[in-house]
């Protein structure tokens, strides 16, 4: 199943970690030729200041800009499709992204369709898009989503109701600037979301049937570095040092997920998170034990891995004990960044399990599960969880 010699390619964007490397965005938008810039954000970045301080910077090289800020949690089609608008309409020619996971896959989509004149639900799936966007600059101001270094954009299809994962090297930005800094205005229930988020893609990634040796390098030091510090960081939103262990973290785990892809923790969440429009961290917190509970049969060892770079010393211990102190972890956790909910207080209606199910089994992100689950195995977990 994990063959070391089969070919694979890796693909990052160029980007800059580091102290105030946001600070950077005029002059690389200059040295990628700029001229009048769509910066695609949401109201509470703005509110937050990071945009003022973007706009000093391009103003510093005297550019165009054009704020486009109608974008929700798990951004809508219409939201792309109208950002794609004031970009042709204000003959844009460069996009810089400042915020969450949102605001930079509503960013890569509104470039897809400005360069592409199609709707943005017509390119769902891997490779699917002809015509590269323009030059993007994403700034991430969460350490969860990766968005800034993937080849993904996921973006909600309010009409039925699923988010939809677009797979394209032509949305993997130009440059991400990847600042701390940027996280000391989040708040804790968001910062618990997306850490466990990155978690979730690191862990996905390295028992992923396309994982690589590359691949398994950023994924095992995701694993490491954001089990070692999630929980003193989310405990002290305002150390630096501490932000920039978790978005480093969240730069290795978008790397490994970016070319290794995902798997059923992902494909389940974005069903449930389409359908009810539920934050995307939260479902796959949730998720994540029965998924772990679900694969390990299938990837005993690379489970076992895993347990060690969480830190538990189980290299004795049979594989039922390592599944089971494994699963505990991760709910310590959970519970631990404050993620206590659980989907029964929603009252979902159980007739939507077996939707929600099969759109988990449609989504690009099952194809590398460590095994394709059949449907009734996919209903099983639905039905614990809700
Ligand atoms: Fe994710």
Redesign the pocket.
Known sequence: MYDELELKKFVVPEFIYGKDARLLAGRYAKNLGARKILIVTDPGIIKAGWVDELIDSLEAFKFKYVIFKDVSPNPRDFEVMAGAEVFNKEKCNFIISIGGGSSMDCAKGIGIVAANFRNIVDFEGVDKVTIPGPPLICIPTTS??SADVSQFSIVLNTQKKVKIAIVSKTVVPDIALIDPVTLTTMNSYLAACTAM?AM??AIEAYVSNAQSPISDLHAIEAISLISENILNALSNLDNIELMGKLMLGSLHAGMAFSNAS?GAV?AM?HSLGGMLDLP??EC?AILLKYLVNYNFKYSEERFRNISSAMGLNLSRESNEYVLKSLTEKIELLRFGVGISSNFKSLNIDRNRIPILAENALKDVCMITNPVMPIKDEIEEIYGQVI
């Open positions: 969860g989503s988020d979730t893609h995902l992902h969440a995307h961290g796959n």
